[in-house]
């Protein structure tokens, strides 16, 4: 089985940085495209950015400037480096991955989220 379990959420005022890390675990073969998506209260789940196995990389308007999303293949883990943060960050932030396990074809996996709290 695999799991994306994702850290580095938490509190932080306007104006700051943070962190996020995402994990995949178990029987873990090969990692196609990783991305961060993020849902505020009562809003749809919406697409941060994310980054295909030759590192490239998309970013939603929102994003651009502000986060970077990168990736250590090894460690199979996915960042998104977050500055200058906004009250409107805020949300639980989604790491999901195109993963391959060992002798079968490539799945879509959610994590279950950390939350943000951009705040004063």
């Known amino acids: 089985q695999v799991q994306l379990v994702e850290s580095g959420g938490g509190l932080v005022q306007p104006g700051g940085s943070l962190r996020l890390s995402c994990t995949a675990s178990?029987?873990?073969?090969?990692?196609?495209?990783m991305a961060w998506f993020r849902q505020a209260p009562g809003e749809p789940r919406n697409l941060v950015a994310n980054?295909?196995?030759?590192?490239?990389?998309y970013y939603a308007d929102f994003a651009m400037g502000r986060f970077t999303i990168s990736r250590d293949n090894v460690k199979n883990t996915v960042y998104l480096q977050m500055s200058t943060l906004k009250p409107e960050d805020t949300a639980v932030y989604y790491c999901?991955?195109?993963?391959?396990?060992?002798?079968?074809?490539?799945?879509?996996?959610w994590g279950k989220g950390t939350l943000v709290t951009v705040s004063s």
């Open positions: 178990g029987t873990v073969f090969d990692i196609g495209k």
């Open positions: 999901n991955a195109d993963i391959r396990e060992y002798s079968s074809q490539f799945r879509n996996y």
């Open positions: 980054i295909d196995t030759f590192g490239s990389t």
